[in-house]
């Protein structure tokens, strides 16, 4: 209902008192071009005309806002030429997204991240079709404002001054990223044209203090830059990490902490350039980006010159001087690093890394992401399956659950050395294990989506280590070379296909406190298909040469070997035939193990036959809990050798000095339980001299049960083979000889 009064002069007087309520379309009978829409209950105390009117008091409110102001208003019967004057009084309230739709003659910008707008100080003037300037204070869905904007329309690209007071200000809202929630509290003052970067020429400086952005917080921020239609200029960017505490010394564990910039981004490329300097103070990167793998604290300076903003398309140079990097477990002593990127040919780059610790070149077709998922996936792969087979035939569950980056399919060929005199930084690409030490590696690297072909020319190590949960293995000097194909598995990983490995120590090994000496290793593997050879010292006792052809699967090792050459103290032994066995979960079966040992000083991979001496057979099974059918045959081991055995405890070596004969045939077996086993032992000793004594010939048949011997032991002079020149029943002596460390003497006292 609208209420029309007299005629006045130059227009009419209106009565906006109604019984009902206002509905804008009651004004637009008359003004059609009035340009706002909704219901309202409105209060208006106002005169002028249609050119200007004067606005004592506007009450406007409906369900969701309510607005509170007086002002003046112009043209309002011309659009295009309409402008106003508004001040608050008191509180007011608006719900902009529906202020927006309401008063399109007002054009208001798309801003919903605004929510409902609380004000408690408001002024603005405008002319909607040039330019609308406010000074207020509000609360808004994103955060809390207080100051002054100006907005110009007079053109098709939005120009703005401002200098505003955020508190609170929640940046992920405003941009429309979750990952970027934040709590800012800082005052900006801006002034330019333009809201997207080509569009964009505008000065900003901006202050802030302490604030979070996602899952980062910091004490403080100073940013001053330009933008000029895509060129950024940063003169100035400061963030402050961990600021001073008055009652901290430099001697406190908390320091200051801080990173600052300065230089420009190009955006105006497809491909964009910077060039940038940068300062680190005491900056917790391990910390800021959740991982071990990182330094727990690096401080120093970098400059970067190039162009791309994803690792796969920059290239340029970096120098960093790092005054400080520390990392969980050491500390880096400071250096220079030079790291250079550099594409040719479209498809190919160039990239060196230089520093005190390393030394790197990657060249020919990759991408960064892709490489580097390639060497992890190598190397996991390699450990995963050794880890599986060696916990399956030991009959335990795997501990390690690495989980390895997917596998991205994009094409590499691309050739790789790396210098490094410690190789802990690979540990980036690894979880759950540890590498450490110095060397040299010679490789490269061709991947399809079909297979991953990872070639070692050459790795040498110096004081070499490696460890997981499980294993822990260090060497001294220690050259590898070969090959590993992997293929993909199902979530797009990779797995095993094939391995072609030899590797060599030239001193001494040791892998889980047992030292291995001058190791020498060679095996290929495809599928589970294996063909090895193996030759090592272990301490100073034993040494051997094994070649063999195996079935490997991830729960038993069946091999077959036609070379076998072992040494034990002075003597050695070498195969007569194929030497077959399966080591398993559940023990070591022994199929058949023939052995003859050389007479002559032999030496390993080397060696003069001068006749040969005793013949030992094996087989049967032992495991470490027990004996089944497990026998050693031996036959014509001379007895003045006996002595020299390393097994042999030192009083009884005196004893056997001058013991001389032939021990032409012994059979022992064992069975029962590992640590407590039933023994037999039968056998026949020829020519026995003792002192230079003739003993005569010996015949014995021994039982051994729990810590009891019994048997016989039949001794006939030569001279008289029809005679015993001595019987002896044993019915108990008790001697323990039961099996608690087969490393250890037979007696230790």
């Not at 009651?26 to 105390?45: C, N």
């Not at 390895?404 to 210098?419: C, H, I, Q, R, S």
């Not at 822990?472 to 094939?498: E, H, K, V």
């Not at 030239?506 to 599928?527: A, C, M, V, W």
Request: proline share 4%; charged share 20%; glycine share 8%.
């Amino acid at each position: 209902k609208l209420g029309i009064g007299p005629p006045i002069k130059d227009g009419f007087y209106y009565d906006f008192d109604p019984e009902n309520t206002f509905n804008p379309d009651d004004l637009r009978k008359f003004l059609p071009h009035i340009g706002f829409y909704g219901s309202y209950d409105v209060q208006l105390e106002a005169e002028g005309n249609l050119h200007e009117i004067h606005i004592a008091k506007l009450f406007v409110k409906n369900e969701h806002s309510s607005l509170n102001i007086k002002g003046m208003v112009t043209n309002i019967d011309k659009p295009e030429k309409l402008r106003f004057e508004a001040q608050g009084i008191g509180n007011s309230s608006i719900v902009y997204d529906e202020l927006k739709r309401n008063t399109p003659v007002l054009q208001l910008p798309k801003l919903d991240f605004l929510g409902t707008v609380q004000f408690s100080r408001f002024s603005i003037i405008g002319m909607p079709s040039d330019s609308i300037s406010m000074n207020l204070k509000a609360h808004t869905a994103s955060g809390s404002v207080d100051g002054l904007l100006s907005l110009y329309f007079h053109s098709d690209t939005l120009a703005y001054n401002g200098d505003i007071q955020f508190s609170e200000c929640n940046l992920g809202k405003v941009i429309h990223n979750p990952n970027v929630e934040s709590a800012l509290n800082m005052h900006v003052q801006m002034k330019g044209k333009g809201t997207d970067l080509p569009s964009m020429k505008s000065s900003i400086k901006l202050q802030a203090g302490a604030s979070k952005i996602g899952n980062y917080a910091f004490q403080g921020l100073l940013l001053s830059g330009n933008a000029d239609y895509g060129l950024l200029n940063i003169d100035t960017a400061n963030i402050i990490l961990r600021d001073h505490s008055p009652e901290a010394s430099e001697f406190d564990e908390l320091q200051y902490s801080s990173f600052s910039c300065n230089g420009f981004i190009d955006l105006r490329q497809i491909n964009p350039s910077f060039s940038l300097e940068t300062n680190l103070q005491n900056v917790e990167l391990a910390s800021l980006f959740d991982t071990k793998n990182l330094p727990t604290i690096f401080d120093g300076s970098m400059t970067l010159v190039g162009k791309g903003m994803h690792i796969d398309s920059i290239e340029g140079s970096a120098h960093i001087h790092a005054r400080q990097i520390i990392f969980e477990d050491r500390t880096i002593n400071p250096q220079m690093i030079n790291v250079d990127i550099h594409r040719y040919a479209n498809d190919k780059r160039l990239t060196t890394i230089e520093s005190k610790l390393y030394n790197i070149k990657a060249e020919g077709i990759y991408r960064f992401e892709p490489l580097i998922a390639a060497i992890s996936h190598t190397i996991s792969s390699v450990i995963i399956e050794g880890e599986k087979k060696y916990n399956g035939i030991k009959g335990e569950k795997n501990s390690i659950k690495t989980l390895m980056p997917e596998m991205d399919t994009n094409l590499l060929d691309v050739k790789l050395l790396v210098k490094a005199k410690d190789f802990s930084p690979i540990n980036l690409f690894l979880q759950g294990i540890q590498i450490s030490g110095e060397g040299e590696l010679r490789a490269s690297i061709q991947s399809t989506p079909q297979k991953t072909d990872f070639n070692i020319d050459t790795l040498s190590v110096k004081n070499g280590h490696i460890f997981g949960p499980d294993n822990n293995a260090q060497s001294s000097p220690f050259l590898l070379y070969g090959s590993i194909t992997t293929i993909p598995d199902t979530n797009n990983r990779r797995i095993i296909s094939s391995m072609k490995i030899h590797s060599e120590c030239s001193d001494d090994l040791f892998i889980n406190n047992i030292r291995i000496h001058q190791p020498e290793l060679s095996f290929t593997l495809k599928g589970t298909e294996l063909q090895s050879s193996i030759s090592a010292d272990m301490g100073e006792l034993f040494s051997g040469v094994f070649a063999s052809k195996a079935e490997l699967t991830d729960t038993s090792f069946a091999f077959e070997s036609n070379s076998f050459l072992c040494t034990y103290g002075p003597f050695t032994w070498h195969s007569v035939n194929n030497i077959s066995g399966r080591l398993s979960a559940s023990g070591l079966q022994i199929f058949s193990l023939v052995m003859q040992r050389d007479s002559a000083i032999t030496r390993l991979k080397q060696r003069e036959l001068l006749g040969s001496a005793e013949t030992i057979s094996v087989k049967g099974f032992v495991s470490s809990t027990a004996f089944s059918g497990f026998s050693v045959d031996i036959s014509g081991m001379p007895l003045k050798d006996i002595q020299q055995l390393p097994i042999i405890p030192l009083d009884l070596k005196d004893v056997l000095r001058t013991l001389k004969g032939t021990l032409t045939q012994a059979g022992i077996t064992a069975d029962g339980s590992f640590t407590n086993p039933t023994y037999q032992c039968k056998g026949t000793i020829k020519n026995i001299v003792y002192n230079d004594v003739i003993v005569g010939n010996q015949t014995f048949d021994l039982h051994h049960k729990d810590s009891i011997i019994s048997g016989s032991v039949i001794i006939i002079n030569p001279k008289y083979p029809n005679q015993k020149a001595l019987d002896i029943g044993i019915e108990q002596i008790p001697y323990n000889l039961a099996v608690s460390n087969v490393g250890k003497p037979l007696r230790e006292d």
